[in-house]
DNA sequence: TTGTAGGCGTTATCAC
DNA sequence: GTGATAACGCCTACAA
């Protein structure tokens, strides 16, 4: 037999408005009363059933806003989509998404457009620049009982309730040892960054070098260059690298820019002497996939990590349930040419 | 504005269980009416809400059954923690979980329980043996009005309404990928099989060499042996296969008895010639990647099918919602020593 | 401080 | 064939 808050309150010798109110933290309450109900609630061991949850939660209007670094990144395509497909699974719940796309890493920018959201907003699915404003910003959104989640970065010292995305640094390890299985452990590497400020890109190369000091002495970095995640700054400074580095084996792809190192290698016509990993699946490294210039790139679950954060947020809202880990890790995979698709 | 039943009664005029028995095919409808009702609903998009259904629900009494051949098989430890933790996330729907478990491929057997089980049952979860017999009763099951969903293993023309697990065909032409990837394409291939006479076994068989033949010219396939998923049997049946072809280079375990083929190999003390590639991460085979005698293993998230499979029912039973897809295939995710956790 | 009652959307059971 | 009504469990406004 379930415990509903109607069977407790039977027993108590008390109306259900009561317990509700001991249950839910609304005060006015005799201290007595509401220890009672506390000690029947527990021995029986009252769970609140979600159903009854969501159907009363309806008469609530909930906005969830949803502002991501999406613009020219294909990367955050799949998690758009995994964040539109869990808005269609709730909407009949009468939960609302809002989403905002933004392009490049201004901070004034970011926090101009949480201001110009927050008005009517419950909570907040973000990807936030790593700034102290930013975190200033969540802070004073949770203080203004805006529930926040952050996605694809975290700020770990913030009051955000839980991040949702992957281990960076196990990615960098992860790329270190399937390069290893594939040169046999030696290499001479070029890493091609996305960009030396961005937490997560610069956790990826130490975890990278984490592996090598631990199991490859015969690794060796020879060059370490940026390309801002631009395709054609990536062309341009990988032939660079390249031609100043002929000794280069293995080129360590730490972020975007993806299609224009593999062009770069192309051009140079070395594609057969090099090993080259990147980072996740968008079309363009597909294709080189495929063309055998790639031979892995590790996969971070993007879908999952949209639909994930409207799960956590939803459970929030809807159900009252804080998430159950304050960091929703997604594995770092590989993929090669055979379980890409 | 949502559109419900009570909604769609006063536009037409007519009753909430008019309405109700329209949309849910109850019979006992006037034509006129149906048609009125029907129209309705679909011009104004009616969507039925699965809080106040679930709720609903709570009246009838849901038991699921799960049959799996899962005792002296790791594999399925993850598959049953998923399974778990759905019936607790359910359990408030009042929704129970049977759960049977057998050893070995014995018909007749899996049969018995089956039918020991099928009274009180509203759906089955079942890992079924390839043969016709099962199919039969799958059908009889079904006949009865019990949703049926098979799990890790397919049995494609029964009529079950799902089916979750891998992709064998395409989980051994990944083993072929990465072990292409490690031996820079050269390798004499010593394959250790679990049962010649097991479906999924023998789908990656075929999907190994299928790239071979598309990729791999340098391959070559020295010897094919069976352990039957023991490990004892594989030891002793890998050190005789290892003796017999000393050339042999790389082995690729296509199922059960890891831990058995790894000791034999260690205990010939050939662990620095050999390439191995296995499927799934139980503690055993995770123990041999540590030592780094197995390079890579092939993943096919275990947790996810036992936890997806209990949702399709549940969503059915609940919800009243057939699977949106007929086959639920889960990746095969390639693990190395770096991203095993 | 506590109780009452109605509503969220669906379904089952009666009565007509 | 159809309609009315009472659940399912929770929340909240209002009355006491």
Chains 1, 2 share one sequence.
Do not use: W
Not at 102 to 129: F, T, W
Not at 148 to 175: K, M, P
Not at 233 to 238: G, M, P
Not at 256 to 261: I, L
């Amino acid at each position: 037999m379930t415990i509903t808050i109607k069977k407790i309150a039977e027993i108590c010798g008390i109306s259900r408005g009561t317990v509700d109110r001991v249950l839910n933290d609304r005060g006015k309450v005799k201290a007595q009363t509401e220890e009672l109900v506390k000690k029947v609630a527990n021995e029986l061991g009252y769970k609140p059933n979600p159903a009854g949850r969501a159907l009363a939660a309806k008469r609530k209007n909930l906005v969830v806003g949803v502002l991501l670094i999406a613009e020219g990144n294909p990367f955050f395509d799949e998690v758009i989509r995994g964040i539109r497909v869990a808005e269609k699974e709730y909407s009949v719940y009468g939960m609302r998404i809002v989403l905002k796309s933004m392009k490049g890493y201004d901070v004034e920018k970011q926090c101009r457009i949480i201001d110009s959201m927050k008005g009517e907003m419950n909570a907040l699915i973000l990807n936030p620049i790593s700034d102290e404003r930013i975190k200033a910003k969540i802070d004073e959104l949770v203080e203004l009982g805006i529930f926040v989640v952050t996605l694809n970065n975290d700020i770990e010292n913030s009051r955000r309730a839980c991040y949702i995305g992957s281990n960076y640094f196990n990615g960098g390890e992860t790329a270190c040892g399937i390069m290893g299985l594939l040169t046999n452990g030696k290499a001479e590497v070029g890493i091609v960054t996305g960009s030396f400020k961005a937490l997560g890109h610069k956790q990826r190369v130490e975890g990278f070098k984490h592996i090598i000091e631990q199991k490859y002495p015969e690794f060796h970095i020879v060059d370490y260059v940026e390309n801002d995640d631009d395709d054609i700054l990536a062309f341009e400074i990988t032939k660079e690298m390249l031609l100043k580095h002929p000794d280069i084996t293995a080129i360590f792809i730490v972020a975007g820019g993806v299609y224009g190192v593999c062009r770069a290698v192309l051009s140079l016509g070395v594609q057969q002497k090099l090993t080259i990993i990147s980072f996740d699946s968008v079309p363009t490294t597909v294709e080189m996939l495929k063309k055998q210039i790639i031979q892995a790139t590790i996969y971070q679950h993007p879908y999952t990590q949209g639909h994930k954060s409207v799960d956590v947020v939803f459970n929030y809202l809807v159900h009252g349930l804080q998430p159950n880990k304050v960091q929703h890790i997604l594995k770092n995979e590989i993929k090669i040419l055979e379980n890409i698709n």
